[in-house]
């Protein structure tokens, strides 16, 4: 399994780009999105915050790939003084990191310093695959510091670590796709799959939508917690409204918005 980590972790290099890819040629063809007033101006600010983010990313010094193989050179974690098959090391990771992500998006919502570097997604006025590009840089700092943590006291191997941020993050991908599943399918899913339709909502100005289905994968989170609420609610407008609209596509203004008096 070492040799497969190494390669995983090479591939995730390029697991971003092919599975944007993948998934945006899926929305072009069967997407329903609204181009909006200036499109290209809107994914080139969300484009550029993602390079950013990538950056700061390859220039940080604790990456969760890096926990992970901390942990097994020094024999920390549960699967690094128990054995388990890997197909239940890899769907416990994949369980462990869906509900660490739940309350850390949670707590971006109601902690109001963490809300000043989330609120820059819920910025965009439209919701499509380029929106899951759109975070603040800083937002990574929590996120790296909690999943690397996780990482390191289940003791993940680096082949699990690497794979189940590949598998969060094609689910980021897939819940912010512009488009509407038949409703057999829908009502199918719902109960355990965040949808495009179901995270929608959460992208409402509605703070009352705003604040409900946290959840990336699966959305058995938000229905144990109280946070869940159904696709079938309708969505007046997304965005955060009033005078952030003004702003919401500029990459620079986007930058610089959490550090300036609020």
């Known amino acids: 399994m070492e040799s497969v980590g190494h390669f995983l972790e090479l591939w995730s290099g390029w697991a971003p780009i092919l599975l944007f890819a993948l998934l945006g040629v899926l929305e072009l063809a069967v997407g329903h999105g609204d181009a909006g007033s200036s499109p290209l101006k809107r994914t080139g600010t969300n ?45 416990l990771a994949i369980a462990a990191r869906s509900f660490a992500a739940y309350w850390l998006h949670r707590a971006s919502h109601h902690i109001p310093l963490l809300w000043r570097l989330h609120s820059i997604h819920h910025g965009d006025r439209q919701v499509d695959v380029s929106l899951s590009l759109r975070h603040h840089p800083l937002e990574l700092i929590p996120a790296i510091l909690l999943f690397a943590g996780l990482a390191a006291l289940l003791g993940l191997p680096v082949w699990a670590a ?82 952030d609209d003004k702003i919401a596509d500029s990459l620079w203004q986007q930058l610089l918005l959490p550090l300036r008096p609020r």
């Open 47 to 91: 484009v550029g915050l993602y390079v950013v983010a990538a950056l700061v990313t390859f220039a940080a010094p604790l990456t969760i790939a890096g926990a992970a193989a901390w942990a097994g050179h020094n024999g920390v974690g549960l699967f690094n003084v128990m054995s388990a098959p890997a197909l239940l090391v890899l769907v």
């Open 162 to 243: 690497v794979l189940t941020e590949v598998v969060m993050m094609a689910a980021t991908y897939w819940e912010h796709l512009a488009i509407r599943l038949p409703a057999p399918a829908r009502a199918r899913l719902e109960p355990w799959i965040v949808l495009p339709e179901t995270h929608l909502l959460h992208h409402s100005a509605d703070r009352r939508q705003t604040d409900s289905n946290y959840s990336t994968l699966t959305i058995v989170w938000d229905r144990m917690f109280g946070t869940f609420r159904p696709s079938s609610e309708a969505v007046a407008r997304i965005g955060l409204g009033d005078s």
